[in-house]
């Protein structure tokens, strides 16, 4: 696609709900990103994949959280048992190679848990 | 521990002028990347400009510029002329290289401009 894309664009959930957000990356991008914007603050790296492979999952705030990018493509994050201090931006961000400096972010989707 | 500082949570100029954002940043490493990003109301991150730390001249993009210490771990800002659509929040963010590494970004708690008409 011509640009990163992320799936809801809003999502409210009920304490203690799961909830997946969605990324599809630019087309052929090797690398992907996941950050968590909390209001008010810079992102925060949360997980990195090279294709398929989740490199680099140091900073999930729990075993809650969870990350996959089964075909090296679309990648989805999900929350289990959401809580209030989930409530947040999620930002996915894709770059054309392991190492490539210039990362494309999309949207984000903004969490609001309840 | 790898962090940014930027020390102006908002800013404001008047259109046309010329405004300077902070950044301030501290690793002991010594190859890394600078940028900075722009993040409108839409929420999508837009870069604005980067920097190669090994680089000693300062890097610009038309109206943008920054101004990039190394000995000092600073590196702010410059936006000429600035226009309404300029309007937005900025962080000043880096990357450690090279391979192997992650390359994940390291976001300030950014600063919100607002050009005035």
């Known amino acids: 696609g011509a640009g990163v894309s992320q799936s809801p664009r809003y999502k409210v959930a009920k304490r203690g709900q799961d909830v997946a957000l969605r990324c599809d990356p630019i087309?052929?991008?090797?690398?992907l990103f996941w950050y968590q914007q909390a209001l008010g603050q810079g992102p925060e790296f949360l997980t990195y994949?090279?294709?398929?492979?989740?490199?680099?999952k140091s900073g999930l705030p729990s075993d809650r959280f969870f990350a996959e990018r089964p075909e090296g493509s679309v990648s989805t994050l999900k929350i289990q048992r959401t809580q209030q201090e989930d409530s947040a931006v999620y930002l996915c961000?894709?770059?054309?190679?392991?190492?490539?400096?210039?990362?494309?972010f999309g949207a984000g989707t903004r969490l609001s848990v309840l | 521990a790898q962090t940014v500082t930027q020390s102006q949570p908002e800013m404001s100029v008047q259109e046309a002028e010329t405004v300077t954002l902070s950044c301030t940043y501290d690793?002991?490493?010594?190859?890394?990347?600078l940028f900075w990003y722009k993040q409108p109301p839409s929420r999508q991150m837009i870069l604005v400009i980067r920097?190669?730390?090994?680089?000693?001249q300062n890097a610009t993009e038309n109206r943008f510029s920054v101004n990039f210490q190394k000995a000092a771990k600073s590196f702010s800002l410059k936006i000429s002329d600035s226009q309404l659509g300029d309007t937005a929040m900025y962080f000043c963010?880096?990357?450690?290289?090279?391979?192997?590494?992650?390359?994940?970004?390291?976001f300030g708690t950014g600063t919100l401009l607002a050009v005035q008409p």
């Open positions: 994949f090279q294709n398929e492979a989740q490199l680099d």
């Open positions: 961000a894709s770059s054309l190679a392991q190492g490539a400096l210039i990362q494309y």
């Open positions: 087309s052929g991008h090797v690398s």
């Open positions: 920097q190669e730390a090994y680089k000693q």
């Open positions: 690793t002991s490493e010594n190859n890394y990347y």
């Open positions: 963010a880096f990357i450690l290289t090279p391979g192997g590494a992650t390359n994940k970004l390291i």
